[in-house]
């Protein structure tokens, strides 16, 4: 399947990734769903939409996210009482044959994880001590690893067929 989906997409996207190489444009190539992030100005983006194997364009602007962490004199106190979903898949009555998870390392996918909220600050593979904390193999994000000079002048997704 890898295979077949980056053949497509190095074919498909090959005319408009050349045009943005000659042009210097900054872009970011993406084969399962066979698109390509572009930076450019909007001269750029209406050529690059004028191309028939270009199905659409997405605006893919920045946003801002809500700082939702609180002061820990505002945290309210856990229920000693399991939430539902806990109670659903039984996970308390594990816990009650003393098997807690202890030493067990969950990994996740979300573009929405802040490592340093607690209750997750002190959980976190990288976390030390309150002074210390180290990134290295307990943390990747793959967009800003893969984009380390994104200047964003204007962002866009073109998928294309």
Request: hydrophobic letters at 40%; aromatic letters at 10%; proline letters at 3%.
């Amino acid at each position: 399947m890898y295979h077949t989906l980056k053949k497509k997409a190095d074919e498909s996207q090959k005319a408009i990734i050349m045009m943005l190489r000659s042009k210097n444009i900054t872009y970011q190539s993406f084969y399962i769903t066979n698109a390509i992030q572009v930076t450019s100005d909007f001269s750029t983006m209406v050529n690059i939409a004028s191309d028939p194997d270009v199905q659409r364009i997405i605006d893919n602007a920045p946003f801002k996210m809500v700082d939702y962490r609180v002061e820990r004199s505002e945290q309210k106190q856990r229920n000693a009482e399991p939430e539902w979903g806990i109670k659903n898949i039984k996970a308390d009555s594990v816990w009650q044959l003393g098997i807690k998870g202890n030493g067990v390392i969950i990994a996740g996918q979300d573009t929405g994880y802040d490592w340093d909220v607690s209750p997750l600050k002190a959980k976190y593979k990288g976390y030390v001590d309150s002074a210390t904390v180290t990134h290295d193999f307990n943390w990747h994000d793959a967009i800003k690893k893969n984009n380390p000079v994104l200047l964003i002048r204007s962002s866009i997704l073109v998928v294309i067929v």
